[in-house]
């Protein structure tokens, strides 16, 4: 094992730093997660409202994120607010920030799209029922709308949570970071700790997105 | 911990407010907003890009320096958390003679530029090479190291001319540093491939990705006599340069101050000590006084 280089992870207080750096991409990724679902639940709704002007609007929105990428945004938003309004937003806010307005964009079309696949009976069935549009979506079409997108948004949360790695751009010393940090501080005495290193780091984010995995095949089979 | 995640929770609920309030009332301004910034950033900093002045640092009684994280053994993390290395050795002594606590910053090579312009740290110590495009962004203050640009290969391949390159060869270069610059500028038809961090262009590097790595010859001797089978075989390639500490443009009470600091650390023999703390391992002692500038000159 010696040859990989882990134990460059024992020295000193590394291995502690690892797990800090990776509660960094842990807390701005559930944040931003979290802020996601809340807000494309509700954007997804608006996107399926027939409003030209709505319509419209969200359509830029939904294809800025998808042009821009997240460095780029990350970029405009730690540094370009600071410039053009004088704004001193801290890095994890910024990044919080951005995570969230892709997270919103991509999980409201995913609802949209969830949305969209519900037969148009159901909605008629409701309405026939004398409940109204907001009863209508809470007890008819959400529920329905949330078993679709399980699989659907675990491809977006786990693809969150790996993405954070980016954040160092902006300052922030997160996993992957402390790793390329470790790796440095010991290229003299073990030159190839890149890959142990490396390996760990990829056991970790494994341990954080598996459990979100299982809950999601866990979900879908109780809720089919 | 607990108190800052409550702190950022309620600021993510902010700007997840604002998000809210843009798409549903004037979300077209949001993305005005973005268009705005993205034309901005090639322009000069304007006023609200501020910066401190010493006094305003003296205050605080915390300056902000931006260091390399990952680049021994300039400036990087030693295995207890430390900021360790030649730059950061330079920024404790900074620190100590201002009187005031420091808070390193995490820098990359490609937004040492942005951080200044934004004012998000007072002072870059990341290794910074003095280039005329550079001290038309920022203010540098007097070098305080010599550099040049070196190519290292592998000994089974040794690149010893950029003009003996075949037409399919690639260059390993890092984004924002001066030997991207120089490569584009001066041999445009060979094909660079650049990456953010240090530590991704070695990794490249050292899997055979490209024929050469072109980077500051420190660095790229260093990594030979570190890296058995590596050979540098262009070990200066273009003008000799300098790396100095840089603030803000228009900061001229902490660059005189730095300007001073350096002058008068020069009678000290301040730097040779720095090399003998921190670069002798990686250099040895025949490399002290062609890197060693002090005193500013």
Known sequence: ?224 | MKKNFVKRLTGGLLVAGLVGAALTGCGSSASTNEVAATGEDTVEADSNAGFRTLDEIKESGTINIGVFSDKSPFGFVDENGEYAGYDVYFAERIGKDLGVEINYVSTEAANRIEYLQTGKVDIILANFTVTEERAQEVDFALPYMNVALGVVSPDSAVVESLDDLGADDQIIVISGTTAETYLTKNYPDIKLQKYDAYAEAKTAFENGNGVAWANDNTEVIAFSLENEGYTVGIPSLGDQDTIAPAVTKGNETLLNWLNEEIESLGSENFFHADYEATLLDTYGADYEDTLVLEGGK
């Open chain 1, 1 to 224: 094992m010696a040859s990989l280089g882990i134990d460059v992870l024992f020295k000193g207080t590394n291995f502690l730093r690892l797990l800090q750096g990776l509660w960094v991409s842990i807390e701005i990724s559930l944040i931003s997660v979290v802020l996601s679902i809340l807000l494309g639940l509700l954007v997804g709704v608006l996107m399926t409202v027939n409003n030209k002007v709505l319509h419209a609007i969200l359509k830029v929105y939904l294809e800025t994120v998808r042009i821009m990428p997240q460095m780029v945004l990350l970029f405009i938003v730690y540094f370009g607010t600071t410039r053009v309004f004088g704004w001193d937003m801290s890095a994890e806010t910024s990044a919080i920030f951005v995570f969230t307005f892709w997270g919103t964009a991509e999980m409201g079309d995913l609802v949209r799209g969830s949305i969209k696949s519900i037969p148009a009976i159901q909605f008629e069935s409701a309405w026939a029922l004398g409940m109204d549009k907001v009863q209508t979506y809470f007890y008819i079409i959400l529920p329905q709308t949330v078993r679709r997108l399980i699989p659907l948004s675990i491809n977006l949360i786990t693809r969150m949570i790996k993405t954070t790695s980016l954040v160092m751009m902006i300052g922030i010393v997160e996993v992957l970071k402390v790793a390329q940090q470790i790796i440095e501080a010991n290229r003299k005495t073990s030159p190839n700790a890149a890959f142990g290193v490396f390996l760990v780091v990829f056991l970790l984010y494994f341990i954080v997105c598996w459990p979100i995995s299982r809950l999601a095949t866990y979900l879908e089979k109780r809720w089919a």
